[in-house]
């Protein structure tokens, strides 16, 4: 079974809105991960967090990790267009990822 | 830096031919991943590597399925023979794994481009 699941599975939200995204896993980590996958491509690193961090900041991006409820968010703030892609959560040990979110930013 | 390179970025082959996708991951790393993407499945991963060494191939789907990692700066994942629903992009993906081999891979990920296959 898939370790990270993200949800919701589809977001679709106007430019300049925050996007929140929700990740949640089943078994203890030391870490997890934020990518981003453009239509057809590959993946692309957003940020980490360590089990030990509460949030985390990079740019426009807000991670929290709550490990008492094994659930992790992505917060993107004052979306782009270009923010349009899918999103991913992956945890370290078992390497397995979710299906990922489908952020839909309209103009 | 190239990144990793993939080929062929796109593969149309018929049912029962052998299929052979390439993978050079990025200079110096030494954690290699291959995974399989499709609309029903998601991102699932199919096998990693750390040092050459396959660590996890639990995700292999079959026995049709093999890869190889001759030495640190070549993969390949073989299909044979192959099925219509081995249709999927696979990815490959490096990084620098710092710790013990088998350990937690605290590494961000690097992707390929992705190779498309599909099988009639």
């Known amino acids: 079974s898939q370790q990270g699941e993200e949800d919701p599975q589809a977001l679709s939200i106007q430019e300049g809105e925050n996007a929140t995204m929700n990740c949640s896993y089943k078994?203890?980590?030391?870490?997890l991960q934020w990518y981003r996958q453009n239509s057809g491509r590959g993946l692309v690193h957003l940020i980490l967090i360590r089990s030990n961090e509460r949030e985390k900041h990079s740019g426009r991006l807000r991670v929290t990790l709550d490990t008492s409820k094994k659930s992790s968010s992505l917060l993107i703030t004052a979306s782009r267009a270009a923010d349009t892609a899918s999103y991913f959560c992956a945890t370290d040990y078992q390497l397995i990822w979710g299906a990922g979110t489908k952020l839909i930013i309209k103009p | 830096d190239a990144g990793v390179i993939q080929s062929p970025r796109h593969e149309v082959t018929e049912m029962g031919q052998e299929v052979t996708l390439r993978c050079k991951p990025i200079s110096g790393h030494n954690s290699l991943f291959w995974y399989r993407q499709t609309m029903m499945r998601g991102l699932e991963l199919l096998i990693y590597f750390n040092n050459n060494v396959p660590i996890d191939d639990s995700g292999m789907p079959e026995d049709r399925f093999s890869a190889k990692m001759p030495n640190a700066s070549f993969s390949t994942l073989k299909i044979q023979p192959s099925e219509p629903r081995d249709s999927a992009v696979y990815f490959c993906?490096?990084?620098?794994?710092?710790?013990?081999?088998?350990?937690?891979?605290?590494?961000?990920?690097?992707f390929g481009p992705g190779t498309r296959l599909t099988v009639l």
């Open positions: 993906a490096s990084s620098l794994q710092e710790g013990l081999a088998g350990g937690p891979n605290t590494d961000t990920q690097y």
């Open positions: 078994t203890s980590i030391n870490n």
